[in-house]
């Protein structure tokens, strides 16, 4: 069956980098668009980066951008967010999410398949 194991979340003080990672088995991934998704304690969930199958074309929401690096290796099944400069506002859960759809990838409704999540945690 398919499966997305995140891996990498921690406790990093502001300022600090964390690199997480998504294997994922069980389907052709190279096929899939991909996204990385948040949820802090008492919010909703939101989309932070986005990639799709050849990985050239990415997006960010700007509450991110510029310092979180979304990327992908196909030959090895696996998803990245590189995550620097950290702040408190960062704090959560973070979930990486397959779909087939090539459009709306900010639309969590779109995602077939999601991980168990990785819990980051930025101290001030």
């Known amino acids: 069956q398919v499966q997305l194991v995140e891996s990498g979340g921690g406790s990093v003080q502001a300022g600090g980098s964390l690199r997480l990672s998504c294997a994922a088995s069980g389907l052709t991934f190279s096929f899939y668009s991909m996204g990385w998704f948040r949820q802090a304690p008492g919010k909703g969930r939101e989309g932070v980066a986005t990639?799709?199958?050849?990985?050239?074309?990415?997006a960010y929401a700007d509450s991110v951008k510029g310092r979180f690096t979304i990327s992908r290796d196909n030959a090895k099944n696996t998803l990245y967010l590189q995550m620097n400069n950290l702040s408190p506002e960062d704090t959560a859960m973070y979930y990486c999410a397959a779909t087939t759809s090539y459009i709306g990838l900010w639309n969590e409704n779109e995602y077939n398949y999601w991980g168990q999540g990785t819990q980051v945690t930025v101290s001030s």
């Open positions: 990639i799709k199958t050849s990985g050239i074309r990415t």
